[in-house]
């Protein structure tokens, strides 16, 4: 089951030119993984950072055609392999039928301290929902 968040190209997102800086991609991924893991798993950052945490681990990005200020692209992630502490995951962005760019990406659930730890279980039953 895929998840879709729809991001506004925003001033802050561009380069002097009004397309958007690539880096910024990224950001735009990770909100993606944030509206997904408080909409989806019902377990918002702000809940999830108190004592643990998401880090990426692995990303990587092919860039398909620019975005410019305005447009509206739709960012969808897909769940591919659930681990032990770890989530594989997709992302596709359009904007109306064109693609923009898509991604990989490796996260991981990790303590207080930093070290990998399992994905609590009713966490995980939410994430398997998602392949």
């Given at each position: 089951?895929?998840?879709?968040?729809?991001?506004?190209?925003?001033?802050?997102?561009?380069?002097?030119?009004?397309?958007?800086?690539?880096?910024?991609?990224?950001?735009?991924?990770?909100?993606?993984?944030?509206?997904?893991?408080?909409?989806?798993?019902?377990?918002?950052?702000?809940?999830?950072?108190?004592?643990?945490?998401?880090?990426?681990a692995?990303?990587?990005?092919?860039?398909?055609?620019?975005?410019?200020?305005g447009?509206?692209?739709?960012?969808?992630?897909?769940?591919?392999?659930?681990?032990?502490?770890?989530?594989?995951?997709?992302?596709?962005?359009?904007?109306?039928?064109?693609?923009?760019?898509?991604?990989?990406?490796?996260?991981?659930?990790?303590?207080?301290?930093?070290?990998?730890?399992?994905?609590?279980?009713?966490?995980?039953?939410?994430?398997?929902?998602?392949?």
């Amino acid at each position: 089951m895929a998840f879709t968040y729809r991001q506004k190209i925003k001033f802050r997102h561009c380069d002097p030119a009004g397309i958007v800086f690539y880096p910024r991609f990224f950001e735009m991924t990770n909100d993606t993984v944030e509206a997904f893991f408080e909409q989806e798993m019902a377990f918002p950052f702000s809940q999830m950072h108190q004592a643990s945490g998401i880090p990426t681990a692995q990303i990587e990005a092919k860039f398909k055609r620019p975005s410019r200020l305005g447009d509206i692209l739709d960012i969808t992630l897909t769940c591919t392999r659930v681990g032990r502490s770890s989530l594989d995951l997709s992302y596709q962005a359009v904007c109306g039928t064109e693609a923009r760019f898509s991604a990989t990406s490796t996260i991981v659930f990790i303590d207080a301290q930093g070290a990998s730890t399992p994905w609590p279980d009713h966490i995980r039953s939410r994430l398997e929902t998602h392949l």
